[in-house]
């Protein structure tokens, strides 16, 4: 039976999802990851770190009269899976109902990545992006999920910070395999500067984590535990169930000690504005 989400047409929920996760996030240049690997390393040797970082979420649903509308329970629920999540890095994420806005726009409801309309969404809408996560929910078209930008880019494009999903994508949305809330923490993931679980394949510092196994290309849908599946070295398996891989919602559940380093890593190199906005929140010396 063919199903239709977001004004668009798929033969059937297998369709939907063979096309994969839809992350749109960009793939970061051989330079730029260089770059972050050297500025991580010679800040790591000042030996400070945080003991829990508050970080407050401004959501901004875009709407199309009732299309796009999400509601109070959506939003709790997407906040405790961030929650847990990223409890390993020692974040804990709260937002404001006061402050969530919904915002009736056509053009910025269907917003492209990279495009003109987002743009202009974001520089009428966001809040200060050195301070909080700005979310934004969106009638994303042609089955992409979403996309982020990563810390590294804050100061060069700030308007521009945030991530963005599919409004169905959401608990509770329509977007079955992809309706768990787990499109959010695979975006947030790169908002904390992670990268996908598969980049550059088998070549290369792969994600520049050592604990994920290489493989060779992303995995999609259920796949089966206890097999090495496309993992690039003899004795190792696929980092199947990671939030920065591709496979269904309902398969997400860990990411490895050193993702949660390098998350805890880049908000101490590129988002401090985080830490200072977090009253509570007390630097030590490791
Ligand atoms: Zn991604």
């Not at 829990?52 to 959501?59: K, Q």
């Not at 906040?79 to 915002?103: C, I, K, P, Q, W």
């Not at 196994?213 to 004795?235: T, V, W």
């Not at 169930?241 to 190199?269: A, C, F, G, P, S």
Request: hydrophobic share 35%; glycine share 10%; with cysteine.
């Amino acid at each position: 039976m063919a199903i239709t989400i977001n004004g668009k047409e798929f033969a059937d929920m297998e369709e939907f999802s063979r096309r994969g996760r839809g992350c749109a996030t960009k793939i970061p240049t051989p330079v730029d990851m260089f770059r972050v690997d050297e500025e991580l390393l010679s800040n790591r040797q000042r030996r400070v770190s945080f003991d829990t970082l508050h970080i407050e979420i401004r959501f901004i649903h875009l709407t199309y009269g009732s299309q796009g509308l999400i509601s109070l329970e959506q939003r709790e629920r997407q906040v405790e899976l961030l929650n847990d999540a990223f409890s390993g890095s020692n974040l804990v994420f709260g937002y404001n109902e006061e402050l969530t806005r919904s915002v009736d726009n056509h053009d910025w409801y269907r917003m492209g990545h990279g495009s003109f309309a987002e743009r202009e969404a974001k520089s009428a809408l966001s809040s200060d992006p050195t301070k909080y996560l700005n979310f934004y929910t969106a009638g994303l078209q042609n089955g992409l999920l979403g996309w982020a930008t990563f810390p590294f880019d804050l100061a060069g494009d700030p308007v521009r910070d945030g991530v963005v999903v599919l409004d169905e994508s959401l608990p509770g949305g329509n977007a079955a395999p992809f309706n768990l809330g787990m499109t959010a923490v695979h975006e947030v993931g790169h908002w904390l500067g992670l990268y996908h679980t598969f980049q550059d394949g088998c070549s290369g510092f792969g994600d520049h984590v050592e604990d994920t196994p290489a493989h060779s290309g992303p995995n999609y849908g259920k796949p089966a535990d206890g097999q090495p599946h496309n993992a690039c070295n003899a004795g190792e398996f696929a980092p199947i169930h990671n939030y920065m891989n591709y496979v269904d919602d309902e398969w997400m559940n860990e990411l490895t000690d050193k993702q949660e380093n390098r998350v805890k890593e880049q908000i101490m190199m590129y988002r401090t504005g985080l830490l200072n906005n977090d009253k509570s929140c007390h630097l030590e010396a490791l």
